[in-house]
């Protein structure tokens, strides 16, 4: 089977050894078949995907957009960075901190920077926050699109755009383990809640390796001697979620189309 937790790796090293733990808790009796090691898959669309999932870290956007009904929701972790509340998180905004912006409203007419428009952290809770904002369904000037969330945050730091909306966990990584990234840049605001990134599985899985893998996954959170790992990946706990959980992306682009604001 498949496991692979791609989304957060700014410390890949110590992702893969909270993995490890999961994978031989797994392994114990009565035993569910789960590799030592993570892959890192680069077209993440088919990955998540895959029959042979056993679990991966999805984003909440694709989830309710091409996902539904392809895999199954496990839950999601909570994270122990700015913008994070339980297993909800919000996109920070970040310009360079010599930008005289002090509001949103102050970047109209600007450029933004943003990883994809299939990303929930980097586009679709931005387009909500900015739909109310813009004037006949304009508000940026122009767009670079970078492919990552750390390519925007360079752009904007380089001068190349003006603001992106940046996953708070991602920004918390890149600030402890790239400090370059975020040079000269600060957080001018933040999105609306939205759950964090979804811990997924094949529609496939029984019901008993669902449970299995929420048992280990809390257990992961807790166990004591993981507990330096976990602090080096922002993590803190666990909960299971649902697919109906993750709606509220949904929610963000209808209510952005709804004000006739279908792109950034």
């Not at 042979?52 to 929701?73: F, H, M, N």
């Not at 496990?74 to 509001?103: E, K």
């Not at 706990?237 to 949904?250: K, M």
Request: glycine share 6%; charged share 20%.
């Amino acid at each position: 089977m498949i496991s692979a937790l791609p989304m957060y790796h700014s410390n890949p090293s110590r992702v893969a050894e909270f993995w490890l733990a999961i994978s031989e808790k797994l392994r114990a009796p009565p035993g569910f078949d789960a590799p030592s090691e993570l892959v890192w898959p680069g077209d993440l669309l088919k990955h998540w995907q895959s029959k042979d999932l056993l679990i991966s870290q999805a984003c909440g956007y694709p989830l309710v957009t091409e996902l539904k009904d392809r895999v199954r929701v496990i839950g999601a972790f909570h994270y122990r960075v700015p913008g994070c509340v339980g297993h909800m998180c919000r996109s920070q905004l970040v310009v360079r901190d010599n930008d005289l912006a002090t509001t949103l409203s102050d970047l109209r007419g600007r450029r933004v920077a943003y990883n994809g428009t299939d990303s929930q952290s980097g586009y679709n809770s931005l387009r909500a926050l900015v739909a109310p904002l813009a004037s006949n369904g304009i508000f940026f000037e122009n767009r670079l699109e970078t492919g990552s969330h750390q390519k925007s945050v360079i752009a904007v730091r380089d001068g190349l755009a003006d603001i992106a909306s940046i996953d708070c966990v991602s920004l918390a990584g890149f600030m402890k383990y790239a400090p370059e990234v975020v040079q000269n840049i600060r957080v001018l605001g933040q999105s609306a809640p939205y759950p964090g990134l979804p811990l997924i599985t094949s529609a496939d899985t029984s019901e008993e390796l669902l449970a299995a893998l929420r048992a280990v996954l809390k257990w992961v959170t807790h166990e004591p001697g993981l507990a330096q790992v976990r602090d080096d990946i922002f993590i803190s706990n666990f909960e299971p979620l649902e697919f109906s959980d993750y709606q509220i992306c949904a929610a963000m682009r209808d209510r952005a189309f709804q004000l006739r604001y279908p792109r950034l």
